[in-house]
């Protein structure tokens, strides 16, 4: 089955600086790949997917990057404010899997002032 | 806004106590999944269904979870007897799942937190 290892595990950051969260998955069949953003107590939330048709892909400050021969995908957040500050997860999931998703172990990220 | 509905929001009981969680999913959607969180386990997928039927459950304990589909507006995440070990929050999340690159994204409900004393 898949298998998607997530790094850092807690990453903190200077308010504007830019925030890095990178995963690597096993299954070179996954297609589909979304970034959650959890707060505290509270629902984990799409922020961004991409597909493995493309490359990469941008809404406003946050963009995701996704290397298939790789198989890698990264989560870029730019100009960090302290509403950033979250859980976030990636996941996986391939053409044939029902639409399961298979989730990292989630970074901490916190945006100091 | 569609949105996921999950009850109940919280729920404490004691050990051995039936509990019982409930889902609506997205109207439309076809694809319901019923995850586990735990500080220590992150996100951990218990079972889903796919058009009501059930695809995986393998991430279940099956001697006391089970899992239905009673219609395409309810899911349901039972707990029979329920244990300490069983606290955590448990979160039911909808999709469109059309295969090939027509999955769609998942959507969480905001979960039940269970506590069991």
């Known amino acids: 089955g898949e298998n998607v290892e997530q790094h850092p595990s807690t990453l903190s950051v200077q308010e504007g600086d830019s925030a890095v969260i990178k995963c690597t998955y096993s299954d070179s069949a996954s297609n589909y790949f979304p970034w959650y953003k959890q707060e505290l107590g509270k629902r984990p939330q799409l922020i961004i997917d991409i597909r493995s048709n493309v490359g990469e892909k941008k809404d406003q400050r946050i963009a995701v990057t996704l290397n298939k021969t790789a198989k890698h995908f990264s989560l870029h957040i730019t100009e960090t404010q302290p509403e950033d500050s979250a859980v976030y997860f990636c996941a996986a999931s391939w053409a044939g899997g029902g639409n399961k998703l298979t989730f990292g172990t989630g970074t901490q990220l916190k945006v100091e002032l | 806004d569609a949105r996921v509905t999950q009850t109940p929001r919280h729920k404490v009981t004691e050990m051995g106590q039936e509990v019982t969680m409930r889902c609506q999913p997205i109207l439309g959607h076809n694809t319901v999944f019923w995850y586990r969180q735990t500080m220590m386990q992150g996100l951990e997928l218990l079972a889903y269904?796919?058009?009501?039927?059930?695809?995986?459950d393998s991430g279940m304990p099956k001697d006391r979870f089970s899992a239905e589909m009673p219609d395409a507006t309810l899911a349901t995440l039972k707990i029979q007897p329920s244990e300490p070990r069983d606290s955590a929050v448990y979160f039911c999340?909808?999709?469109?799942?059309?295969?090939?690159?027509?999955?769609?994204?998942?959507?969480f409900g905001d979960g039940t937190r269970l506590s069991i004393l």
């Open positions: 999340a909808s999709g469109l799942g059309q295969g090939g690159f027509g999955n769609q994204p998942q959507h």
């Open positions: 269904f796919r058009n009501r039927a059930p695809l995986d």
